[in-house]
């Protein structure tokens, strides 16, 4: 049997020190904590008990139909929510909805949460209907009683210092309650996916940028990646595995999709070479996201700007790719993606536009090429800056293709995480001759004054970016993450 090592030490497959296999996305599971009240079936007529059975049974087919629910009976009982409190702690419930067809006293529902301590809670303070009308009796006012226990319950909740809850309030005529309920999944399905990401970082944050200096533990406690540290040259042992004659026929490939200005095919060969060693990294140590650092790092070593390589990666988003470092920024690239199926831009304040009332924003070279409107509005040209490298580089050139956006970003500050969200529209304007990605977006407050407003409140030079409209989803999910949210 083959010696087992780390991945800094082997150079097979199998490590001591990274799973074999990489990591698949779990199936995220509800507990949907059903309740009545005993006392209640014998108060009142045999229709009260059928009527509360059937209204938490249709919100469970409700749930089922976008999730996979847990629910293994109505708990009425103590009992019965031992019994349903063990099911949904050996089935490994993500989130318990609790929901309640009467007024149910505390001692019942705790008695199935206390098994799932940690696990999220969700109250969902249901009625059948929206409004009461005035043949309403005591016994229809007991079938819409959920309210009282909900609010003794989140009494308890705070009296014990149990903060890992939330609250939707709907009637089951209405649909928009459970468009809120798939919507906060989906949130915490985030959370649960960002846990098991593997980054894999390459050189360390550029010199000098003390905002994007992160400790990895902290990364770790709160956004939730395993950081992966990867020595340079793992990378440079697999581009020199790189056939030359795959980089060319690649290369070819690459250059026929876009405009060419300035730039020899010898030069996007070797950016290319090195975009298919970056992916061959990913894919030998079995990870999620990579962060580099070019300048004078990568750069120096392979005479190639890493920057088309991040941008041959993305344009397939299995993986997110962050530079200089930028482990913040690419936590929050991965929300980004995670909630509007659209790879960001990884960007950094540029200037502001008086005349449109916009932020100018100028990338890093990372970014897929369906931020642009087409492939042929899409350049291949030197690099804009030279860093170690022979040749004149290579890199695309092309302006954000209009539409409403997110801007965000992460800081870790002197009193916690940080999270910066901005909402605008990317305007249709002429691509710069810059030699880099870039992005005039139309923000919605005087431009000099959000200037102001970003020095005032501190953020990184960095900026996300990223099309679709994610603002208030980000907001909510970095409340889930005890994230303080700045928006500007």
Not at 71 to 84: C, G, N
Not at 250 to 260: S, T
Request: with cysteine; aromatic share 8%; net charge negative.
């Amino acid at each position: 049997m083959d010696e087992i090592l780390s991945f800094e030490s082997g150079i097979g497959n199998v490590f001591g020190d990274l799973l074999s296999e990489k990591t698949k996305p779990c199936e995220f599971k509800i507990g949907f904590l059903a309740c009545g009240y005993f006392e209640y079936w014998r108060m009142f007529s045999p229709r009260f008990k059928e009527n509360v059975e059937n209204l938490l049974n249709k919100i469970a087919l409700k749930l089922k139909e976008n999730n996979t629910v847990i629910f293994p009976k109505i708990v009425d009982t103590l009992d019965k929510a031992d019994e349903v409190g063990r099911i949904f702690r050996d089935e490994k419930v993500d989130l318990i909805i609790v929901c309640e067809g009467t007024y149910v006293p505390d001692y019942i529902s705790m008695q199935a949460i206390d098994y799932n301590r940690d696990v999220p809670i969700l109250l969902f303070d249901v009625q059948a209907y929206n409004d009461i009308t005035p043949q309403d009796d005591y016994e229809v006012m007991m079938e819409n009683s959920s309210l009282i226990g909900t609010t003794q319950l989140s009494g308890s909740f705070k009296k014990m210092g149990k903060e890992n809850y939330d609250v939707i309030v709907g009637s089951l005529e209405e649909g928009v309650c459970f468009e809120e309920i798939d919507e906060y999944v989906t949130l915490l399905k985030i959370v649960k996916d960002l846990r098991n990401l593997n980054v894999g970082v390459v050189g360390h944050v550029f010199r000098g940028m003390y905002d994007l200096e992160n400790d990895k533990t902290k990364i770790k406690g709160t956004l939730g990646p395993n950081i992966i540290y990867v020595e340079l040259s793992h990378l440079l042992r697999l581009w020199k595995e790189v056939k030359d004659s795959d980089a060319e026929e690649e290369a070819r490939k690459f250059a026929a999709r876009f405009n060419v200005r300035g730039v020899k095919s010898d030069d996007i060969v070797k950016s290319v070479k090195l975009g298919l060693a970056m992916k061959d990294l990913i894919d030998k140590y079995r990870l999620d996201s990579l962060c580099f650092l070019g300048q004078h790092f990568i750069e120096k070593e392979t005479g190639a700007p890493a920057r088309i390589g991040a941008s041959m990666i993305m344009d397939k988003p299995d993986n997110i790719v962050a530079s200089e470092g930028d482990l913040a920024g690419l936590c929050m690239m991965q929300m980004m993606y995670k909630l509007t199926g659209n790879v960001p831009l990884q960007a950094e304040w540029g200037q502001y536009d008086l005349s449109h009332n916009a932020i100018f924003l100028v990338g890093h070279g990372v970014a897929g090429t369906k931020n642009a409107k087409s492939e042929k509005d899409i350049s291949l040209t030197t690099a804009p800056e030279e860093w170690g490298f022979e040749g004149t580089g290579c890199n695309m050139e092309f302006i954000f293709k209009p539409g409403p956006v997110t801007m965000g970003h992460l800081l870790n500050t002197s009193e916690g995480w940080q999270m910066l969200v901005s909402s605008g529209k990317s305007l249709d304007y002429p691509t710069l001759p810059c030699n880099e990605i870039h992005a005039l977006v139309e923000v919605k407050r005087p431009v000099k004054e959000f200037v102001a407003k970003l020095h005032k409140v501190g953020v990184t030079h960095h900026v996300i970016v990223c099309h679709g409209d994610c603002k208030s989803q980000l907001i909510k999910l970095a409340e889930i993450m005890n994230i303080k949210v700045t928006e500007i």
